[in-house]
């Protein structure tokens, strides 16, 4: 049992390096297009255009639950 939950840490952490690198990646391209403008390429502009459609797509619902559920996880990380 100790070896599947060590297992699982370790995805858990690779998962979270990944997701960590994804992000930095995107807030990279965000700034080149800053600074480049529609002269950044049509991939730039391809993860740009996505990014704010994805952030207007986000409803203030939406929004709530996720805090609420950050709110969740946070209080039963503190009860243990």
Do not use: H, K, W
């Amino acid at each position: 049992m100790e070896l599947v939950m060590n297992v699982l840490g370790t995805i858990r952490n690779l998962f979270l390096r990944g997701t960590e690198v994804m992000a930095v990646l995107i807030a990279f391209i965000v700034l080149v297009y800053i600074l480049l403008g529609e002269d950044a390429g049509p991939y730039v502009i391809g993860v740009v255009t996505n990014l704010s459609l994805l952030i207007s797509a986000i409803t203030p619902q939406a929004l709530i639950a996720v805090a609420l559920v950050i709110c969740l996880y946070i209080a039963m990380r503190m009860r243990r």
